[in-house]
């Protein structure tokens, strides 16, 4: 359980740093060209595919993206998230947002030294000062937020639930709202709170 102490104060629940993109809403900041693990650079709009995109902003040193002992970190379902998403005909990114830390642990170089050691399929972005995190309110790695093909954000929040140690079951929200969102269904649960580290803005 010494690792889940250490989790807990990185623990982090989205309240109001930034305004959140809401439900509904059309995202901005779709054609800006960014840096990328796998082309020279990408976009939101680059990647989506007919049926939307997920963004997921993440990161290199995280806990909850790259586990301890006792906790196996969701880094280790994005490829599988990304097999899941392309079968559904949606697009997924993932955006790397910790400017405080650009010239350490979330430097371009480091990122794809992480993404080949992933070996991640989906294209890993560098965002410059935060401005996507901003755009978009995200506050923590990770943090999930799926857009459908009008590019209009219909699900935000987290992966699943296995952070809760209380939970009685997994409960896989991304994958559902993905099913939902595939299948022209509405998406129950829309929203879950994002759990995991701060994005480490610049303080400039």
């Known amino acids: 359980m010494k690792n889940r102490r250490f989790l807990l104060p990185f623990l982090f629940l989205a309240l109001g740093l930034n305004a959140q993109l809401k439900l509904g809403e059309k995202a901005q900041m779709l054609d800006d060209q960014l840096q990328s693990t796998i082309s ?19 990161c290199n040193t995280c806990p909850f993206v790259v586990g301890t002992d006792d906790f196996p970190g969701w880094e280790r379902q994005y490829n599988d998230l990304f097999d899941f998403a392309t079968q559904l005909n949606i697009g997924m990114i993932l955006v790397n947002s910790n400017e ?19 070996q991640y399929k989906m294209p890993y972005v560098v965002d410059v000062n935060s401005s996507l995190a901003n755009s978009f309110g995200a506050k923590t790695t990770p943090h999930v937020f799926m857009l459908n093909s009008e590019m209009e954000l219909v699900y935000t929040g987290s992966i699943d639930n296995i952070w809760d ?11 559902t709202a993905m099913n939902e969102l595939a299948n022209h269904k509405k998406i129950k649960k829309n929203a879950t709170p994002p759990k995991g580290c701060s994005i480490k803005r610049t303080t400039n």
Not at 101 to 115: F, I, N, P, T, V
């Open 100 to 118: 405080g830390k650009r010239q350490g642990a979330d430097s371009y170089e480091e990122m794809l030294a992480h993404a080949n050691a992933q």
């Open 40 to 58: 020279e650079t990408t976009s939101i709009n680059d990647s989506k595919r007919d049926n939307g995109i997920l963004v997921i902003f993440s």
């Open 165 to 175: 140690k209380e939970r009685k079951e997994d409960i896989p929200y991304l994958k």
